[in-house]
């Protein structure tokens, strides 16, 4: 198969004192094009909390950062073009492992990088780059889905075709009487809710959007100034989540009787809020980072699980414990149905764009980003650099 003709380019990388430093001589993947790769020449690229988190053990000297880009399609692997329906000079978004030890050449912020074939989406035709790769990045639209409709057990429902019916959810523990707007069968039940918590996040508006496709009815938490936001992705009630009546207010609002959490914060303390707000009965949290097990044994009637949001692309990751995953098949069949469904819901124009900050000071600019992030003067909006 081709590889790319370039043998060296610029890259944010490990360096060699456990930080990400800005490199003008990294190898570009030099292995031969697998025939299920593409090989993309980056464009923009997003960044994404992760990735300001690539430091100490997570850290790989020489390995290529980033998980979320989009470019053009240089080359593509036979099984890409014949089963996949890619094409050299695509315009695409890609979905990337970075930090990679098993593959530190291969990362999404490089000019050139190459992906696989269910982790790549073609871009709509009035979206720019920037606007693809921030409103479709991969790593949320693969993570969220799969911690809802597989991880949480939820029935994807009709509109999130092939996935509904090609990967139903697992049968899992407690059983949770599950009622849609899209329900077949005769019930006068209102539809599930589901406790979106951190809606204001980009992960939570992935979160929103999916579930009221699938046919929830969302609440959601978040800041005051993010209200407004989650609202106008779909949530149906939103609640502050600083409010020391945040929990007591959604068992009154839900009657005692919410069974369903995605954390999409994910820390010891809004677990306990999530926690706090389900009903009686328990039910089943999944959230986005791994979960204090303190908080988790305060009641076992909750089923409580987390979620490692590039599993679906099927490589292993050698992350440190307990980020490393073994190649997992089933994660891997999972986002060979979600890439066409992702793909759908793009082309009929249903998935609405979180909002963005773009800029073009490229890989250098990318770098101060990250730090931004790590302060926490990133809120609301996502991040995008140009190339």
């Known amino acids: 198969m081709d590889t790319i003709a370039t043998q060296t380019q610029s890259a944010l990388i490990g360096g060699p004192n456990g930080d990400i430093i800005l490199s003008t001589s990294t190898p570009v993947p030099q292995e031969p094009l697998r025939d299920v790769e ?20 997570f850290l790989t000297t020489g390995a290529t950062l980033g998980f979320d880009a989009a470019g053009v399609v240089t080359a593509v692997g036979s099984s890409a073009s014949q089963d996949w329906g890619f094409h050299v000079g695509e315009r695409v978004v890609v979905a990337i492992n970075g930090m990679n030890p098993l593959r530190p050449t291969v990362g999404g912020f490089a000019e050139h990088t190459v992906s696989y074939a269910w982790g790549t989406l073609k871009i709509p035709r009035h979206w720019s780059f920037a606007q693809g790769v921030g409103g ?11 911690a809802l409709f597989h991880s949480l057990g939820l029935p994807a429902g009709p509109q999130l075709e092939p996935l509904h019916s090609r990967c139903p959810p697992p049968q899992l523990e407690p059983p949770v009487n599950i009622v849609t707007s899209h329900s077949s069968n005769g019930s006068t039940k209102p539809p599930t809710t589901v406790l979106v918590n951190g809606g204001g996040s980009y992960t939570g508006n992935c979160a929103i959007q999916l579930l009221k496709l699938a046919g929830y009815t969302v609440i959601a938490t978040c800041s005051p100034h993010s209200s407004d936001l989650a609202r106008s992705f779909g949530a149906d009630t939103v609640f502050d989540y600083a409010e020391p009546t945040c929990a007591a207010d959604i068992r009154s609002h839900t009657k005692n009787s919410l069974r369903l959490v995605i954390d999409c914060i994910a820390t010891t303390d809004t677990m306990r809020l999530c926690y706090a707000a389900m009903g009686r009965a328990g039910g089943r949290y999944v959230a986005l980072d791994p979960f204090n097990p303190d908080v988790a ?6 089923r409580a699980s ?20 073994k190649a997992n098949p089933m994660a891997l069949e999972f986002c060979q149905a979600w890439n066409p469904t992702m793909q759908g819901l793009l082309d009929r124009g ?38």
Request: proline content about 7%; overall charge neutral.
């Open 38 to 57: 593409l090989a993309v020449e980056i464009k923009a690229i997003s960044l994404n909390p992760v990735d300001s988190k690539m430091s100490g053990d």
């Open 136 to 146: 479709m990045g991969g790593s949320a639209w693969l993570t969220v889905p799969w």
């Open 297 to 302: 044994a305060s009641r076992p009637v909750v």
């Open 306 to 325: 987390w979620v490692v949001g590039m599993e679906p692309l099927g490589d292993e990751i050698a992350w440190p414990a307990p980020y490393g995953r």
């Open 350 to 387: 249903v998935v609405r764009l979180h909002p963005q900050c773009v800029r073009d000071t490229g890989f250098a600019g990318a770098l101060e980003g990250l730090e931004e992030i790590r302060q926490k003067k990133i809120s609301g909006q996502k991040l995008i650099y140009t190339l």
